[in-house]
């Protein structure tokens, strides 16, 4: 288990359990009593650190090590029969984005989502989640194809960002960003998006234009990372926390904006901690939503979907005599 | 002993005295350095005679290069941005819009104005870039979104000219979100089958880029203009090494097959009316 600088209070309790353990096995001396009561210390301890983490500290636990990552969803909720396809029939398949079909309760589902790599040399392969333009058109024509045999549509949004390289931009970064959105606002299916981990800048939303859009609960969603703004902002990677705090990034500030549809609760610790759990909860709102999301006629489905992106935004319209003052007193 | 000896003296005007040339009569060109009247560089659209460079312009010239007679008529001038996640950074959003209505006399990054373009009927979105960046936040996704509905309802072609950094970081989230509603508000123009020209100029970077600038029926662009999706510093950092000459110009991502055409401010007016004419 890695653990967060904030969870070190954790790690000596865990420790602690551990060697107790250890002397239970060896000396047979009968401290289950002592384990039962340290376990609820833990639990506690966890319970205490977990309700009143911070926008930096929640940016942590999104970008755990051991946290679960696209596939391993994939492979869970559609009790293994998810099948990956590959390539965007341009130049490459990128194994930054992957997806595939699996079914999930008897249905067939579309599943697409940045995926990181689990060790080292996967992370590079993987290139940390971040995408080409490759991968982006990858799940355009893996969301068109669903769409083509009406599928619905589920995405796992994990990423850093857009690939930044010079590849990146030679094929077209931007455009293939662009035609996603484009693209996912009008498809005739229904589109269920999650944030499972880290949801930064277009890079994120290149798979998350969907009818529901939902983070989990140690997840973060916005237009940069807070160590990116702190650097252009502060001019310093010095103020990440305070850029986090800024940007208002957690699950339960993007929800009171009402930028997205919903929190997904994780269980105690983070999903790291009992993936099981994560993935149930995950499974049970996209069933949920399906049932919702499939009773809507295609048509009336995309307008809404693009009904609800249009209102995305707070402007203040003056009073027009206001600005005809204004001009006047220039 | 010196081998030259001073005969005039050397300059005897005093500071008092001394004659400034009025501001804005001379042109300097930051590319090749040569100086030309001011009346002469605005007639040719800003642009250096000598070698071509494209001075940055905003919206208030676009509009008069473009409408005939500079004729035009601005729609939703109104908007301002109302500051929704209460954003400071080193200093406070409200307080650096206030600073750049006073600094640019705009409201935000972009203004629309609908006029006629060799008699044909025209929407133009024109961000500027002096306004924070060019940046997007709520207050241009908005005016995009309305002005589709107005060329919706008008049946008007739409012309979109972008300029900008990329989405505004002390909206963060809604910044993000206004790419969604521009591409999705494309869509049903597109269903509506009213032609979109995009002209992308220097600089359009970010979200701009990866949202409405790159989904125009045609992308053109005016030359040697900075486009891209990330900034040429990030990408150095990420490749580590120094990026080929020309990179993210204009002519680059036309040789890259991301635009259709590159054309200089000279002849704007008059290849977008061709364009515009193919499609209608």
Redesign the interface.
């Known amino acids: 288990m890695t653990y967060l600088d904030f969870e070190k209070p954790i790690q000596e309790l865990e420790n602690e359990l551990n060697k107790l353990k250890e002397v239970q096995k060896k000396s047979k001396v009968p401290l289950d009593d002592k384990i039962e009561e340290l376990n609820k210390l833990i639990e506690n301890k966890i319970r205490e650190i977990y309700s009143n983490l911070t926008a930096w500290q929640r940016v942590q636990v999104s970008r755990h090590p051991e946290r679960p990552y696209t596939l391993a969803y994939a492979e869970y909720i559609t009790n293994g029969t998810f099948m990956e396809l590959h390539g965007d029939r341009c130049v490459a398949d990128d194994k930054a984005m992957v997806g595939g079909f699996g079914k999930i309760e008897g249905q067939t589902f579309m599943i697409i989502g940045q995926q990181k790599g689990i060790n080292t040399k996967m992370r590079q392969i993987r290139r940390f989640g971040m995408a080409n333009p490759d991968g982006y058109r990858k799940a355009l024509r893996l969301m068109k194809l669903a769409e083509k045999f009406n599928k619905p549509i589920v995405t796992f949004i994990d990423t850093p960002g857009?690939?930044?390289?010079?590849e990146?931009?030679?094929?077209?970064?931007?455009?293939a960003?662009?035609?996603n959105?484009?693209?996912m606002?009008?498809l005739k299916v229904p589109v269920i998006c999650f944030i499972i981990g880290e949801g930064a800048?277009?890079g994120a939303?290149?798979i998350?234009?969907g009818d529901r859009v939902y983070m989990l609960e140690n997840t973060w969603?916005?237009?940069?990372s807070p160590e990116s703004?702190s650097s252009?902002?502060?001019r310093s990677w010095e103020h990440k926390e305070?850029?986090a705090e800024?940007?208002?990034?957690t699950a339960k500030d993007?929800f009171e904006?009402g930028?997205i549809d919903g929190i997904i609760p994780e269980p105690l610790g983070g999903a790291h901690r009992n993936p099981q759990q994560a993935f149930e909860n995950v499974k049970k709102v996209i069933l949920e939503s399906y049932q919702e999301l499939k009773k809507i006629d295609p048509q009336t489905l995309v307008e809404k979907?693009?009904q609800k992106?249009?209102s995305?935004?707070?402007?203040?319209?003056?009073?027009?005599n206001?600005?005809h003052n204004e001009i006047l007193n220039? | 002993m010196g081998w030259f000896k001073r005969i005039k003296e050397g300059i005897t005007t005093s500071t008092k005295e001394k004659k400034e040339t009025p501001e804005g009569l001379w042109y300097k060109c930051p590319s090749c350095k040569k100086i030309i009247p001011s009346n002469e560089h605005q007639e040719n659209a800003y642009v250096c005679p000598h070698c071509g460079y494209h001075e940055k312009i905003g919206s208030v010239e676009y509009f008069n290069l473009l409408f005939d007679e500079g004729k035009f008529v601005e729609l939703f001038?109104?908007?301002?941005?109302?500051?929704?996640?209460k954003?400071?950074?080193?200093k406070p959003y409200t307080q650096r819009l206030q600073e750049s209505f006073e600094k640019s006399?705009l409201?935000d990054a972009m203004r629309v104005a609908t006029g006629k373009m060799n008699g044909m009927s025209l929407v133009i979105c024109c961000m500027d870039f002096q306004f924070i960046g060019g940046s997007m936040g709520?207050?241009v996704?908005?005016k995009i979104?309305l002005a589709i509905d107005y060329c919706i309802e008008n049946k008007s072609p739409l012309l979109i000219i972008s300029k900008s950094g990329g989405?505004?970081?002390m909206?963060?989230?809604?910044?993000?979100?206004?790419?969604?509603?521009t591409?999705?508000?494309?869509?049903?123009l597109s269903n509506h089958k009213i032609p979109y020209i995009s002209l992308l100029t220097d600089p359009t970077t970010?979200?701009v880029?990866?949202?409405?600038?790159?989904?125009g029926d045609l992308n053109v662009a005016e030359p040697g203009s900075l486009?891209?999706?990330?900034g040429p510093r990030?990408?150095k950092e990420?490749?580590g090494k120094d990026?080929?000459k020309g990179?993210?110009t204009a002519e680059f991502v036309l040789e890259?097959?991301?635009l259709d055409k590159i054309i200089p401010r000279t002849k704007l007016k008059t290849e977008l009316f061709h364009l515009f004419d193919f499609l209608s």
Request: charged content about 20%; some cysteine; glycine content about 10%.
């Open positions: 857009a690939y930044p390289g010079l990146a931009e030679e094929r077209g970064q931007g455009e960003i662009a035609r959105l484009y693209e606002a009008q800048s277009g939303l290149g998350g234009v969603y916005s237009v940069i703004c252009i902002l502060w305070k850029a800024a940007l208002k990034l993007m904006h930028l979907r693009i992106f249009v995305m935004g707070e402007v203040e319209a003056l009073d027009v206001e600005i220039d | 001038s109104n908007l301002v941005s109302k500051d929704p996640l954003f400071v950074d080193t006399g409201k709520s207050v996704g908005e979104s989405a505004r970081m909206e963060a989230a809604y910044s993000l979100m206004q790419m969604a509603k591409a999705a508000k494309l869509s049903v970010g979200g880029t990866a949202s409405f600038a790159m989904l486009i891209g999706f990330a990030v990408v990420t490749i990026l080929p990179f993210q890259h097959g991301f």
